[in-house]
C-alpha cells in the first residue's frame, strides 16, 4: 500500500480492499479522511472493488475442480464482475482442450499458461490494463508464480504443492494489492477451495450462467427450474451438446443448495 508522502492531498487511492482520501500534514504524514462506497466485496477471497477476477486453476497439481470454478463464476456474474479462466500447468500434461473448451464455450475468457516454462504469460499480460484485477484459486495452482513473471517489480513467496496435502499448503497467507502499472493492480490472494454461494434467490441462478442466456424464456413452463420440468430449453440445449453437461449438473447442484437455504 502506498505510504502517505507518497499520495497528492486529497486524491482516492487503492488500497487491498478500500478506497479512501488521506489528509496529508506538511510534515508529510497523513490519516485516513474518508473511506469511500465500496463498488463490491468479496468473501472469498477477501478483497473489494475488483474489476475482474483471474480464476487461476492447475491442469494437473491440483488436479481442476470444476465445481469449485463454476461456483467462483457465479459468485463473480452476481456482482458483476468478469471472469478469465488461467489453466496453469500445461507444461504437466498433454492438452487442457476439454476444460478449456467447456469454459471458452460458456463464453469466458481461456487463456492457457505454464509459468515454469513461460508460456501464455505475453497473452494474459495483454488483458491486465487498467482494472483491479484479483487472482483466486486453489492453493498450489501457482498464482503466486504467474505474478512474478508479470512483472519484476513482484517477488511473491512461492511454494511446493505438499505431496500429503494434494491442495497445497498455503503460502500466500495475505490478500496483496500490487501496483501493475498505471491505473493497473494486480491482487494476489491466499487459496482456499471450501467456498460458499452467497445469498442468491435460487430463480436467480440462471442468469448467472451467461451460456443459458440464448435459451431462456424458451422452456415450456413459465417459471421452469430446468431441473426436471418437461420440455426445458435447457435440458434441451444440455442433450444436443450446446450447453456443457459439467455445468448443467452444477447449475442443479447449485440451485438445490440455494432452495434449501431459503427454506430455513
Ligand atoms: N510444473 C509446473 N509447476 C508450477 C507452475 N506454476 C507454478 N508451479 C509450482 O507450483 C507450486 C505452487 O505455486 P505457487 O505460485 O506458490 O501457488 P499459489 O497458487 O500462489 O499457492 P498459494 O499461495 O498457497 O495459494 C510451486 O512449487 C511452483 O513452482 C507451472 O506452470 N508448471
Ligand atoms: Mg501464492
Ligand atoms: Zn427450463
Do not use: M
Given at each position: 500500500m502506498p505510504r502517505a508522502g507518497q499520495i497528492p492531498k486529497g486524491r482516492s487511492i487503492s488500497a487491498s480492499r478500500d478506497y479512501v482520501t488521506i489528509d496529508l500534514l506538511d510534515d508529510g504524514t497523513g490519516s485516513v479522511a474518508q473511506i469511500m462506497p465500496r463498488k463490491n466485496i468479496f468473501i472469498r477471497p477477501p478483497v473489494a472493488n475488483i474489476d475482474e477476477f483471474i480464476i487461476?486453476?492447475?491442469?494437473?497439481?491440483?488436479?481442476?475442480?470444476?465445481?469449485?470454478?463454476?461456483?467462483m463464476t457465479v459468485i463473480a456474474s452476481h456482482k458483476g464482475v468478469g471472469v478469465t479462466l488461467c489453466?496453469?500447468?500445461?507444461?504437466l500434461v498433454d492438452n487442457v482442450h476439454e476444460i478449456a473448451s467447456i469454459y471458452r464455450k460458456a463464453g469466458f475468457e481461456v487463456v492457457e499458461v505454464s509459468a515454469q516454462n513461460r508460456v501464455g504469460i505475453e497473452e494474459l499480460r495483454s488483458r491486465l490494463k487498467g482494472k483491479v484485477i484479483a487472482f483466486t484459486g486453489f492453493s498450489g495452482v501457482g498464482k503466486s508464480s504467474i505474478l512474478n513473471l508479470l512483472s519484476d517489480k513482484f517477488q511473491l513467496e512461492t511454494g511446493e504443492v505438499s505431496k500429503k496435502l494434494s491442495r497445497g499448503r498455503h503460502t500466500t497467507r495475505h490478500v496483496e494489492l500490487l501496483e501493475y502499472e498505471q491505473a493497473s493492480y494486480l491482487v494476489d490472494t491466499p487459496g482456499f477451495s471450501m467456498l460458499d454461494l452467497p445469498d442468491i434467490a435460487p430463480e436467480e441462478l440462471e442468469t448467472l450462467f451467461p451460456e443459458f442466456e440464448p435459451f431462456l424464456g424458451q422452456c415450456r413452463f413459465r417459471g421452469c427450474s430446468h431441473t426436471a420440468e418437461r420440455d426445458c430449453a435447457i435440458i434441451h440445449a444440455v442433450e444436443c451438446g450446446e450447453i456443457a453437461p459439467s455445468r448443467y449438473e452444477n447449475y442443479k447442484t447449485f440451485y438445490q443448495t440455494l432452495k434449501t437455504a431459503k427454506q430455513w
Open positions: 487461476v486453476a492447475a491442469a494437473k497439481n491440483p488436479a481442476p475442480d470444476l465445481t469449485f470454478i463454476d461456483k489453466i496453469n500447468k500445461t507444461d
